[in-house]
């Protein structure tokens, strides 16, 4: 993943892809996230988790959901910053301690606003994958992204 | 919120409602969650955060879907643990610091396995209120549910 600048809704197209870099869970981070957000067993101790409906220690979906986030910010920047409107997420299958997750993103549709000509929609969607190259999670999202200001001389 | 024993597939109706306990939102938890999956300027700092989309301090769409979460699953345990397959979620406003907030939740649908007897799959409506009873989160969900196991005596 290189840095890139601020992105204004000019700089996007539909099919643009963008590939983050990567976040190794581990059961720490497991345990963690889930003792303050979602509590369950499975998520917490892996011994019970064994018995679990998920076989062994899992992340959250939420705990996935969040790190997502982070790779997406860092791997496409909108000016002005990342502002969601929501979207439709899904978690084929869980995450687990020693995963190595990146995410890939693609522009589906870019929809300037009809009412406030200074912005645009913009539906993306996101996929999670662990190291086997298995999808995660889905997110397909929609975005408000900003027009490029238009400099004084040229207005 | 009375604290309830875990259901199962044949506890639950449509139409059913469960009411969260709250959980107090403040600046350090929305600069914590922040720094760590969603380090954007408005969900970091005070000031910074006034000139920008959000006007002011906000947390991470993230961060109050990860508290929605706790508040779900403490005000309506599912046996052997909430799982959810994914669904729709939308943020319609921000939440802020001081923002005490609650979770109601309500049974859409309720669809049992054609392929594995043992479970079925519920369809929740969980909105997020803020103080003023605004809907600050709406997540439609779905989410794996077993049904009661039959004791040896009943097989």
Same mark, same amino acid.
């Given at each position: 993943?290189?840095?890139?600048?601020?992105?204004?809704? #000019?700089?996007?197209?539909?099919?643009? /892809?963008?590939?983050?870099?990567?976040?190794?869970?581990?059961?720490?981070?497991?345990?963690?996230?889930?003792?303050?957000?979602?509590?369950?067993?499975?998520?917490?101790?892996?011994?019970?988790?064994?018995?679990?409906?998920?076989?062994?220690?899992?992340?959250?979906?939420?705990?996935?959901?969040?790190?997502?986030?982070?790779?997406? +910010?860092?791997?496409?920047?909108?000016?002005?910053?990342?502002?969601?409107?929501?979207? #439709?997420?899904?978690?084929?299958? *869980?995450?687990?301690?020693?995963?190595?997750?990146?995410?890939?993103? #693609?522009?589906?549709?870019? @929809?300037?606003?009809?009412?406030? *000509?200074? /912005?645009?929609? +913009?539906?993306?969607?996101?996929?999670?994958?662990?190291?086997?190259? #298995?999808?995660?999670?889905?997110?397909?999202? @929609?975005? +408000? +992204?900003?027009? /490029?200001?238009?400099?004084?001389?040229?207005?």
């Amino acid at each position: 993943m290189t840095k890139i600048a601020p992105l204004y809704l #000019e700089d996007l197209h539909v099919g643009q /892809r963008f590939t983050s870099g990567t976040h190794q869970l581990d059961a720490a981070q497991i345990k963690a996230f889930a003792a303050q957000f979602d509590p369950q067993t499975f998520h917490l101790d892996e011994e019970a988790a064994k018995t679990s409906f998920f076989g062994g220690l899992a992340a959250s979906g939420w705990h996935t959901a969040a790190i997502s986030m982070r790779l997406f +910010v860092e791997a496409m920047p909108i000016a002005g910053g990342n502002v969601g409107a929501g979207g #439709e997420i899904t978690w084929p299958l *869980p995450t687990r301690p020693g995963d190595v997750l990146h995410v890939e993103c #693609e522009v589906l549709e870019i @929809k300037p606003s009809q009412s406030r *000509p200074t /912005r645009g929609m +913009v539906t993306m969607r996101n996929q999670t994958f662990n190291p086997q190259g #298995e999808i995660v999670q889905l997110m397909v999202a @929609k975005m +408000v +992204v900003h027009r /490029r200001p238009q400099s004084p001389a040229a207005g």
